[in-house]
């Protein structure tokens, strides 16, 4: 009887997630896009698509959802040890649904077009596909942990820490 029951809750669970026969796509949508990573867009295309709902458009961030602000800080990474494999390993940009030469791409314009800003560093050699598929191999295991490492390290530095989160010194 079980068995029964089990066969006929599975049936009728396939038939409601099947469309109906006879359904057609509305007009103007027969082509079913494709995923972002299989797509071409400007690199702030690919920020409004997977980043900003976070970030938010311009990078300022949020602090009650505990999002830092990129806006004239994010570049300050670059100044540091270490920094510039946390931009790419950072789970917002590694596990971002783009494919490796799209990451390199809009990582590049984040630092260079806008978003970085006041901190953009004087010189700037731009990421590689290559470069990203190889950091995002290597998952960060503690980004917190790994994230206050670069802020102090950039406390040594006397850069200011603007990241818009906590009270900081
Ligand atoms: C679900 C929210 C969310 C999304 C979506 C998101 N991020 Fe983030 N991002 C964060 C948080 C939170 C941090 C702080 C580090 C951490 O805890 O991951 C961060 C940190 C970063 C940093 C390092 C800057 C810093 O101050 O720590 C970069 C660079 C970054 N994100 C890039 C991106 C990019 C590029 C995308 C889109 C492909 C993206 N993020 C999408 C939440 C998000």
Redesign the pocket.
Known sequence: MVGLFSLIAASSLAAQSLPMPNTKPAPGNEIRPAPPHQMVYRPEVY?QL??G???LADGEGERKN???R?KD??GH?LSVEGGRE??VQ????AY?S?ADDQLAE??NW?ITDGIAGTSKPEEFTPYTAEEVAALRAQPLGK??ET?DVLLDRMRAKDIAIH?GLKDRP
């Open positions: 920020y997977e980043c709902g976070c970030h505990d999002i830092p990129m800080f994010v990474f946390f931009l950072v789970p917002g940009s971002s783009f809009l990582i984040i980004v917190e994230r990241d």
